[in-house]
């Protein structure tokens, strides 16, 4: 049911739905805080408790972050802070220019047009010329080289960008019709064969609807006067 | 003429969001309960995932990430089913981990799915899951350094001491393969600076379709051995012979895009016949 409800924004915003949304995010943030304190003893108290005494500065660093809501002492939130964005870039960045500069830089530069045959040579040199043209397109340092007849670089940039974001709108439909489909099936293999399912079904439907039409028109609840 | 004409071609533009939705739902529901059949023709990505799983010797160490959430389960989840029913067929001995909170969570319901008895399967002897492990990217760089160090128990609570596979398991060093399901790009780009790129870990991911063209630069950089979407689930499943959510999505994923063009295409011939009548 909770299916249901929540699918009924699409077609107008109703009791049912707010119902459903609050209870999701309720229950979500219920399961959260019971993983982060099951974190916190897991990976942090149990081996505490074992004598890693050590983990004393995380718990002190962790404690310190929530000094963020206190008006006088917020100040102190920002070393904890400091500490876990000084771990997350310097992990990111050990491997960041090998795995997402040079690796990408070689493989483009590997790429063949002769030598293969006709296709793959075309698809290497158009894929070659995008990615001179898109990388050209951002070079904001001198903006006359956008100008006059070189704009046709930054047009062509533009127009490969475009197809590159068209392809990622159709991947991203891809991924709702799969999150809509999981649901459809879900209700009709595992909930329609219950006991009642087929009872329950065309009531909430039609509370559904009833709970669509607009306040005004409805007999029923009538909508509550200003004060 | 020409004020109808540009009514006409503006209410084929506008089309009440209510109706598309109406029609998205029909063209969902028509298919799931009665399946077309469309062909589901096999590409070149899921032949690389299946081929990199089926090479594997028996009792190889591979390394999975459960790293998808609850909202991405319809997708991700076929495939997560597929592959392990792949990798305990040969008699792999998987070692999972999640980076995403409900991670341990799908992970039991996938293998309700799977059933690994009728593989002769045992948890803790063939396949096994760590928990989930905060931090992503710096859980990723823990376990693959030192993965007893990290953690001590399974998503259990039970000691990895007891169960067998972990025997001889250490770091990144110990698996011949990363499989990596996930909903973030957090996680399937994090897995290549944190295993691929210091360990030179085999990889292959399963993400959102909508990830796929984020993930392309790698897998054309060759640090991806396959990159798969979630809706091609259908396709591994026909590999290995064992059909299941992927299959039965197919239909409807293929229904859904043919919709979704034919509006385009209509919305493109209102917006030039209006232009073209003077609107």
Redesign the interface.
Known sequence: MFSLWIFSIAFRDNVFFKFAEHTFVGAAAGHNIVYGVDNVLRYGWTPFTKGALLYVVAFLLGIVLYTRYHKKYFWMSRFPLSVMVGIGIGLSMRATVTAEFIAQIQSTAALKILGVDAWTGFSNLLFIIIVLTVVYFFIFTFPSVHKGNLGIISKFARYAMMASFGYSFANALLSRFNMIFGRVDFLYTSWLPLPGAMVALPIVLILLAYAMIPAQKRPWPKPSKPS | MSKQGKGLWRRLEEVP??VL??L??LA??VP??SPIGLAVPISDEAKAWYNTVDKLPAGTAVFVDFGYSG?????L?PMAVATYHHMLRKKLKVIAMSTS??GPLLFERAMAEVGPEKYGAKYGVDYVHI????GT??AM?AVGKDLRAT?T?DYK?VSLDQYPIMAGIKDASSFQLLICFTTGGDQS??W???W???YKTPYIANV??????TML??R????LLSLT???QAGEVELLIKVPG?GI??AD??SV??LL?VAFVILGNIAYYGRKASGG
């Open positions: 969001r209510e939705y109406l998205i739902f969902i529901i799931t309960v909202g991405g389960e319809p997708e989840g909170l409900e928990g989930y492990i905060a990217e710096t760089a953690t128990t609570k780009e994090g290549v600076r944190q691929v790129t210091p959102l379709a909508l990830m796929i063209p630069p790698y054309k950089a060759g640090q979407a979630g809706a959510r039965k999505s409807v994923i859904c895009h979704m």
